[in-house]
């Protein structure tokens, strides 16, 4: 059974930065493909940066690209986020997902439902 388990988040002032990391057990890491999304309140899960098996090739979303750096320690078995330059509209909790789908299209590696294995979320709080 795929465990996934998030650490780094806090309470952090607009301009800092954090690292969120995602460990994984019960699994060969380079199995899946990585992924984190984020949950504000009263808002719908969004999708935030993917990594491939290899680390390879990265995607990311527009509000999130270039600020945030997605990677991965497959020997650790763990996910990084590296979160620079963050905005109060960041603060939400983080969610570390893996998938055992792969070639999907652009769109279909966006979607929460691609995602079988969930973590149990970290929060980054951003004061202005």
């Known amino acids: 059974q795929v465990q996934l388990v998030e650490s780094g988040g806090g309470l952090v002032q607009a301009g800092d930065s954090l690292r969120l990391s995602c460990v994984a057990s019960?699994?060969?890491?380079?199995?899946?493909?990585m992924c984190w999304f984020r949950q504000a309140p009263g808002m719908v899960r969004e999708f935030v940066a993917r990594?491939?098996?290899?680390?390879?090739?990265?995607y990311y979303a527009d509000s999130v690209k270039v600020r945030f750096t997605i990677s991965r320690d497959n020997a650790k078995n763990t996910v990084y986020l590296q979160m620079n330059s963050l905005k109060p509209e960041d603060t939400a909790v983080y969610y570390c997902?893996?998938?055992?789908?792969?070639?999907?299209?652009?769109?279909?590696?966006?979607?929460?439902?691609?995602?079988?294995?969930w973590g149990q979320g970290a929060q980054v709080t951003v004061s202005s």
């Open positions: 990594i491939s098996r290899s680390g390879g090739s990265t």
């Open positions: 019960g699994c060969t890491l380079n199995d899946y493909a």
């Open positions: 997902a893996a998938s055992s789908r792969f070639r999907l299209t652009d769109n279909q590696r966006r979607l929460a439902s691609v995602y079988g294995y």
